[in-house]
């Protein structure tokens, strides 16, 4: 019989660390920002006794490009943050995605604009989307709903940052971060040794050794507009395998709802326990959960049936994964918002009110 | 048999460089790139150049190279140097670059005692965007954004970087150099050779502050912009060791 | 049970953080699904403390929650704040020692555990906590005693603590 002996209790943000430790993340750079604090602090503990490194920065700028150095040196690297911090390491994230250097990023998101709260919010998603840094770029970003999931997503990033030659968002808000659940923790892959980096990736700066014909550089700057444009032309191509390759989504009766909602990360669970109270009040929701909020499942809008009458993006912002619903809706249907931002969470109810609301309007 | 008075370095790439007639970026590269040759470790040297004119040292400078963000060399070597603990890894920066936006990377990176060197290129001007006012730019020196000279009650004095990094018991040899005669460049290379040899012996970070030349921003000429730097740069900016403790000469 | 609701409320120092995370725990090891969620930041800083638990036979879907099964109220603001919380017919329990006042509601099961006296009285003058914890998983049955012992010997108590476990376990159970 099981006793719950395979299974953790962890706490997110030390289940994060846990996860991106045993994906072969061996260099982690880190700056203190209030809801993540607990990720330096068990970095600083556990990586030195297993073999990896553990830096603090002087500040988030610091942190992401100690980043780009490691990664640029072939090391594979961890880096986390909140809100504000991630808008500082914007220019960095900016620089790795032109100079191809993976990394794995985590934003555990409070609420903004500015020093906002350090209550948990979703108003990063355009930050993490669109970009805050400058120029022609993607990253990748996954949104989990649950601990574990995140746990996997973390160590399943390791390998597909080496592998796209880019960074890898991890987009969480604070709930995740400092809520406790039951996990499974995967396999500790081992770390790369230092002598074996050049053989695993070829184009890290490590020093060439005694054949120069092998110097590498890693670089950003392409002052022929020509040869800027072809770069950035290459970077696309592989921003469109991406788009095919690594979109994620989880949908629940869509093809038969009179309304479908759509939320990612914590804002998803609660909106399952409000499907669940307005089945009791005669109303069938679907509900459309983006993991990969780039790129995001505009597809998975197609599938929704004849019987809905709206969609519904329920955020904690004022609306901004609206705009890619939207996107993915047309002009098929209306979409509407239901949202609470600052760090003020809707419950199950609330959301529940607010979508028979919107059902009885537009029904 | 003849003896050649004149050999290329291994340590730079036969190309040339696109360096403004009489800027000492040249000589400063050579220096660093042919000490490391001479200790047998280029190949295992690892460099970091950000914006500004070093930016394109990698072009130059035969060794495994990255460009980095304006002011954050420090923080990319800091990085680089958790990867590969057994290479030689330097940054290569202007004052634009170190002493104004990157403030906080370069104090940092001396205070952690990092284990890297620093060259630090200081011709009192920002030489790529076009010749501003840098945090060293002297007082009553024109810029194109100090058209009347560089006022202290505008600007503050002119910050002496060396002097600065050597408060941080992390920077275990901090000298300041000159590349305006074949004297101060013998002398230069010396300090080139001393960080590499203090960084390679693991005892801290080392860190060389190069008074250069930018004619071209400057407004003189080659010979001249030699002459200026040994009349109004020196007598601000003096030469010679910073620090370097006792435990570091032994 | 489908899925229950619990939430401790308290100041610091009352042990809320341990008694949600004793449940959790003991949740797992019964292989349940479990979520556990804290109050964060200044709000802790300025002596308050609460948390949710969640224990469920299917997966926790939101881990906030709008109405408990049980609130358990270790001082009086926690009782002002969250006797609403309460759900019909669900339960409420008052650390009767520190509290004066009674609840207001009828609509549902109040007990009065007075903590300190209890421990006072079995010789666990620090065992208050483990009082009413053993006051609230008898009141809702959402994991067994010999879970929440497990949890003690194999998370709670371990090392130099491995000894106050008998008298933690006489204080979990002296409620009635």
Redesign the interface.
């Known amino acids: 019989m ?3 002996n395979d ?1 953790v ?1 962890l706490k997110g943000n030390e289940a994060f660390a846990e996860a991106a430790i045993r994906g072969g993340l061996r ?1 982690y ?1 880190g700056y203190p920002i ?2 993540q604090s607990e990720i330096p602090e068990f970095m600083s503990r556990e990586l030195p006794k297993r073999g990896g ?1 553990f ?1 603090q ?3 988030e ?3 992401i ?11 594979a ?1 961890f880096i986390s943050s909140s809100s504000p911090g991630i808008a500082l390491m914007q ?2 994230m900016s ?1 790795l995605c032109s ?1 191809e250097v993976p990394l794995v990023a985590l934003n555990v998101s409070r609420g903004g604009p500015g020093i906002g709260g ?2 948990p919010g979703q108003a990063d998603y355009f930050q993490v989307t669109r970009g805050g840094g400058n120029g022609d770029y993607k990253i990748p970003v996954f949104a989990p709903a649950s601990i574990q999931e995140a746990i996997d997503l973390i160590y399943e990033s390791a390998e597909l940052a080496a592998y796209w030659r880019n960074p890898i968002m991890i987009f969480v808000d ?2 995740i971060g ?5 996990v499974t923790l995967p396999e500790q892959r081992p770390f790369t040794e ?1 002598s074996k ?1 050049r053989d695993a990736k070829p184009w890290a ?8 014909t092998k ?7 392409r002052m022929q507009p020509d040869d800027l444009e072809r770069h950035v032309e290459y970077l696309f191509e592989k921003y469109r395998r991406a788009e095919k390759e690594l979109c994620r989504v989880e949908t629940q009766d869509i093809e038969d709802a009179d309304i479908v909602l759509v939320a990612f990360g ?1 804002v998803a ?2 909106a ?3 499907i ?1 109270i307005l089945a009791t009040r005669g109303i069938k929701a679907g509900l459309v959960r983006p993991i990969s909020l780039w790129p995001f499942p505009y597809d998975v809008f197609d599938k929704i049936g004849s019987r809905t009458k709206a969609v519904i993006s329920a955020e904690l912002s004022m609306g901004q994964m609206i705009e890619d619903v939207r996107i993915g809706v047309g002009k098929r249907l209306p979409v509407r918002l239901i949202n609470r931002t600052g760090g003020m ?1 809707p ?4 959301l529940a009110d607010s979508a028979e609301k919107i059902y009885k309007e537009v029904n | 048999m003849s003896t050649p008075v004149f050999t290329y370095t291994k340590g730079m790439i036969r190309t040339e460089t696109n360096f403004c007639p009489g800027c000492t970026h040249g000589i400063a590269h050579r220096l660093i790139t042919e000490t490391l040759v001479e200790m047998g470790e280029i190949g295992n040297a690892i460099g970091v150049a950000p914006i500004g004119c070093s930016v394109q040292a990698h072009k130059f400078m035969n060794v495994d190279m990255c460009e980095a963000a304006h002011g954050r060399a420090p923080a990319v070597a800091s990085g680089i140097r958790r990867v590969h603990p057994d290479k030689i890894v330097y940054t290569y920066q202007g004052d634009g670059d170190l002493a104004s936006i990157g403030t906080a990377e370069i104090v940092h990176a001396a205070a952690r005692g990092e284990k890297f060197s620093t060259f630090f290129i200081n011709n009192c001007i920002y030489g790529m965007t076009g010749g501003q006012m840098a945090p060293t730019t002297l007082i009553g020196q024109r810029s194109t954004t100090s058209q009347d000279g560089r006022t202290k009650a505008q600007a503050g004095n002119p910050i002496r970087v060396s002097e600065l990094i050597s408060t941080l018991d992390g920077a275990v040899y901090v000298e300041r150099v000159a590349l305006d005669t074949p004297a101060h460049i013998r002398a230069a290379k010396k300090a080139v050779r001393r960080a590499f040899e203090i960084q390679k012996a693991g005892l801290g970070f080392t860190f060389v502050e190069f008074l250069s030349t930018c004619p071209t921003n400057w407004g003189v000429t080659p010979p001249d912009a030699m002459k200026w730097l040994a009349e109004n740069m020196i007598p601000y900016y003096p030469l010679g060791v910073k620090r370097e403790p006792e435990e570091v000469q032994a | 049970m489908a899925t229950s609701k619990l939430f401790f409320a308290g100041s610091g120092g009352q042990g809320i953080i341990l008694m949600g995370q004793m449940v959790t725990y003991a949740a797992m090891f019964e292989d349940k699904a479990t979520t556990y969620y804290p109050s964060y930041g200044p709000e802790m800083r300025g002596g308050t403390a609460n948390c949710t638990v969640i224990v469920s036979d299917k997966d926790v879907s939101s881990p906030l929650i709008y109405e408990a099964d049980c609130v358990i109220a270790m001082n009086l603001p926690s009782l002002i704040k969250f006797e609403s919380l309460v759900k019909p017919g669900g339960t409420l329990l008052i650390n009767s020692s520190i509290v004066d006042q009674k609840a207001t509601r009828t609509d549902i099961t109040v007990l009065y555990v007075p903590t300190a006296e209890i421990a006072k009285e079995i010789g666990n003058p620090r065992g208050a906590n483990m009082v009413m914890l053993g006051a609230a998983i008898r009141a809702t049955n959402v994991v067994a005693q010999e879970t929440i012992e497990r949890v003690m010997r194999e998370k709670a108590f371990t090392g130099k603590k491995a000894a106050t476990i008998p008298l933690n376990i006489t204080a979990f159970e002296a409620f009635k």
């Open positions: 099981a006793n719950g299974k209790l260099f750079f209030t809801p490194v830096l920065a002087e500040s700028l610091g942190a490009n100690m980043a780009y150095g490691a990664g640029a040196a072939g090391g690297v220019e960095g620089f100079a350090i209550q604070g709930i400092q809520m406790m659940e039951p230092t980096i700066i490590t020093g060439y050794g005694d054949d120069d110097k590498n550089v890693v670089k950003s700057l914590t669970r609660i399952r326990e409000a669940e969470i419950t199950s109810l609330d």
